[in-house]
């Protein structure tokens, strides 16, 4: 096993078959062990009844304090979340830090109005928890087509995206350890 | 590629949540980003560092974003101001699109939008250097010294410079030995797409074919004796660029076959390689040379010639310039004058006509040596003819009823023989190459003694 740590903290119902693979994914990638729990996050401290939304930075308060002192943790949240100048946003991290946030919520096909799809679920989350933890270990965005560090504003950019790091950001990531 | 590390951007707001996030959010894309929380600070920071955007808010305690969007254009144009606005405020956002700013966004930003507006700012921005920098490599251009000028003549030649710059067409330059020919090449190139790559020079003039071939295509390690390493010869150099061959019309036949090999594949090799090599280059070259008359003689292979000369740009020599000659003089007055530190005011009339009256066979390369000569001798004031020294003692009057072509046989008869037919010290006198000297002593059937 590598060196460090992440803890996967899933705060809604996603099911084995996305988080094992999910476990898998992480491990072999960054190289590092895997641990699941569940995180105590008061999500409705975080709502905005202005936004309608959550606050990112609310939870991102709460996660930092909630964080183990041994490795990095990214929580995964079903709930719309923004930060008070954008209208939304996917996920957030601390750039090389220990906590990332991911929210899942316009990862769904429902939310575009289209059909319940799961494999495309599922696909749309592994980029995004792949890029918020790339976030958190020390990588900025990457303009390499196709790498899973390229920045997505949409739903559409993300589907363009792969699931991996490219030569660069890997090369990045082995040196950040 | 833009690298997003050489952007900074400033980031004015009020609200601390938006400055961090903001901030963050370029800082992922790897920009330089820098804050502030009013108009007050803004202005303090913009003083001090260069800033490529400015993402500003429109309500700031004090000084509003409105009013630093103006101050920030009166100050530099070359700033990009992206507005952040409530909808509730969207009328003076669109006011300040009058007052200089890029565009706006409303508040909460739709992160497509703003990566959308930011990614066209950097673009524009981007161009507009292009553009400055083009602008100034034209305007430099316009003041070289050899194309400086108000004459028709030389003022065709910029038009033509302008029309061939942006093809891929090969250019043949010709005129008299030091009308700027390698000038015309390198505003030709710094005006081309390649401008951004390389501009290689081959002087084929002075030197022996087998020299001429591995500084042509290179060659590998033990080629001939005296390679000692592998070498890229310019050809390969020149690689998505452009190749000046300087004194074209010199070149053996055996030369111009492999050159005309070369310009229809743009595949080589190396000399005493085997492996094919290809190269991206447009082709630029000079001549002092009529080569008409050598392509008729059978000197010069015809099919090359028409394949370097898709088109021709004409150097007028600068007897042909009208008014150009005072206009040159004044200007060489002026550089000699300030890199000296001298205080030389003009030139006489008296000198300015004996200036105007000589035939400057070694053209504007020769006019430019004399007025350099004439600041030396000069204490101060003007320049009289006293100061100018026409090689060996050159005399109009005499000179007056004669042809240009007989004026020049003896002018260059009479350089040679004061220095003893020392090749080039004559050609350095005359201001022309030694290779021309050559030619103008085979052409004129000038003989020793
Ligand atoms: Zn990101
Ligand atoms: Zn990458």
New binding site residues.
């Given amino acids: 096993m590598g060196h460090g740590k992440v803890y996967l903290a899933p705060a809604a119902h996603y099911g084995d078959a996305l988080l094992d693979a999910l476990d898998g994914l992480v491990s072999g990638t960054f190289n590092v062990q895997v641990e699941r729990m569940s995180p105590k996050l008061d999500l409705a401290a975080a709502y905005s009844t202005s936004r309608h939304q959550y606050s990112a930075e609310n939870l991102m308060a709460q996660l930092v304090n909630i964080a183990p002192g041994d490795g990095k943790i990214l929580a995964m949240v079903d709930v719309d979340i923004f930060v008070p100048i954008f209208t939304f946003i996917f996920?957030e991290?601390q750039l090389g830090g220990k906590a990332a946030l991911l929210s899942t919520w316009r990862l769904r096909p429902e939310v575009y109005g289209e059909a319940h799809d799961k494999a495309l679920f599922m696909e749309r989350v592994f980029k995004e928890a792949m890029?918020?933890l790339?976030?958190a270990f020390g990588l900025k965005?990457c303009y390499t087509p196709g790498c899973v560090?390229n920045?997505?504003p949409t739903i559409d950019h993300v589907d363009e995206k792969g699931f991996k790091f490219c030569p660069v950001c890997t090369r990045g990531l082995q040196s950040g350890h | 590629m833009i690298d997003n590390a050489n952007v900074r951007i400033l980031v004015v707001d009020d609200e601390y949540s938006v400055r961090t996030s903001l901030s963050r959010w370029f800082e992922?894309d790897g920009f330089m980003v820098d804050t502030a929380a009013s108009a007050e600070e803004a202005m303090e920071k913009l003083s001090r560092a260069d800033f490529n955007i400015v993402l500003l808010d429109v309500k700031l305690p004090g000084m509003d974003g409105l009013e630093l969007n103006r101050r920030i254009h009166q100050v530099n144009q070359d700033v990009i101001v992206i507005i952040m606005t409530a909808y509730a405020s969207i009328d003076g956002a669109v006011k300040s699109l009058k007052e200089g700013a890029f565009d706006y966004v409303c508040k909460p930003i739709d992160p497509e939008n703003l990566t959308h507006i930011v990614r066209n700012a950097i673009e524009t921005q981007q161009l507009q250097k292009e553009n400055v920098r083009l602008r100034a490599s034209v305007d430099s251009l316009l003041s070289t010294d050899f194309i400086v000028g108000e004459s028709p003549q030389i003022k065709r030649v910029l038009e033509m410079i302008g029309q061939v710059a942006q093809t891929d067409a090969t250019v043949m330059i010709r005129g008299e030995s030091g009308t700027g020919k390698e000038l015309v090449a390198r505003a030709i190139h710094a005006n081309s797409n390649r401008r951004y790559g390389p501009l290689v020079v081959v002087n084929c003039g002075a030197v022996t074919d087998t020299l001429l071939e591995s500084e042509l295509f290179g060659h590998e390690k033990g080629a001939f004796t005296g390679a000692v390493g592998s070498r890229k010869g310019k050809l390969e150099l020149a690689d998505k660029g452009t190749v000046f061959f300087d004194e074209i019309g010199n070149i053996t036949e055996k030369m111009q076959l492999d050159l005309l090999r070369v310009l229809e594949t743009k595949e080589f090799s190396r000399v005493g390689g085997s492996r094919t090599l290809k190269s991206d280059f447009r082709v630029v070259s000079a001549t002092n040379r009529d080569l008409e008359t050598a392509v008729r003689e059978g000197s010069f292979r015809e099919d090359l010639y028409f394949r370097l000369a898709v088109f021709t740009i004409e150097l007028p020599p600068l007897r042909d310039r009208e008014g150009d000659i005072p206009l040159l003089a004044n200007h060489f007055l002026r550089d000699f004058a300030t890199s000296s530190g001298k205080e030389i005011v003009d030139i006489s009339p008296e000198a300015m006509k004996l200036i105007e009256k000589y035939p400057w066979p070694g053209n504007v390369r020769e006019l430019r040596n004399v007025i350099e000569r004439a600041v030396v001798v000069c204490k101060g004031g003007r320049i009289t003819p006293d100061h100018l020294s026409f090689p060996f003692g050159y005399r109009s009057q005499e000179e007056a009823e004669e042809s240009l072509e007989a004026v020049e046989r003896r002018h260059i008869k009479h350089v040679l023989d004061k220095t003893g037919w020392n090749i080039s010290k004559a050609a350095q006198v005359l201001g022309i190459d030694r290779t021309t000297l050559y030619a103008k002593i085979k052409k004129h059937g000038i003989e020793r003694g």
């Fill in positions: 996920g991290a890029h918020e790339g976030h965005h560090m920045f997505s | 992922a």
